[in-house]
């Protein structure tokens, strides 16, 4: 018998988005060891932008810093106006989180539907796609929340680490 093949495992490189019009710039040292909540959505009055923004920035908060978010404009064919529009709404709905515009690249098996969302790990692989809200996105963010460790990393001696740092004679 032959086995079956593994399903790929997509991460935060089978993503990409266009410029971040709002909120902070992600880089490298932003994400590190810090899960995501990507959320695509429509910026438009009858897709209802502002429950989306909320309910993104209220699963940020209860994650106490250990989730970025980051909201990507589905349609990337704002005008400057548009994008203007998009940066107050963000204001009016006191987002903290980066937004940015137009998506240029998703795994397949992305829904042609918004909100969608992906809640990436620490380590940067996708462990929920699909749609925003129920009882499995709400176990992925809270997944996302907890640092992955690297196999072989040995877990830290706080009580030596603490000795060390408050005289360094003794510890050596």
């Known amino acids: 018998m032959a086995a ?18 709002y909120g902070p710039m992600l880089t490298e040292k932003t994400l590190k060891d810090k899960g995501m909540l990507i959320c695509h959505f429509g910026s438009s009055k009858d897709r209802r932008p502002e429950e989306v923004l909320k309910s993104i920035q209220k699963n940020i908060a209860g994650a106490d810093g250990q989730i970025v978010g980051v909201a990507v404009e589905f349609y990337s064919t704002l005008s400057t106006k548009d994008t203007a529009e998009l940066v107050k709404l963000a204001k009016s709905c006191g ?38 809200g129920g009882p499995e996105f709400e176990e992925a963010i809270k997944e996302a929340a907890i640092p992955v460790a690297n196999p072989g990393d040995k877990p830290k001696d706080a009580k030596k680490e603490a000795d060390s740092k408050a005289d360094p004679k003794k510890a050596a």
Do not use: Q
């Not at 997509?10 to 993503?15: A, C, F």
């Not at 998506?103 to 969608?116: C, Q, T, V």
């Open 4 to 21: 079956e093949p593994k399903a790929k495992k997509y991460t935060l490189n089978d993503l990409d988005w266009g410029k971040v019009v």
């Open 95 to 132: 987002v903290e989180f980066s937004i940015a515009l137009g998506l240029k690249k998703r795994p397949p098996g992305f829904g042609n539907f918004i909100p969608y969302c992906y809640v990436v790990n620490s380590k940067k692989a996708i462990i929920y796609s699909g749609i925003f």
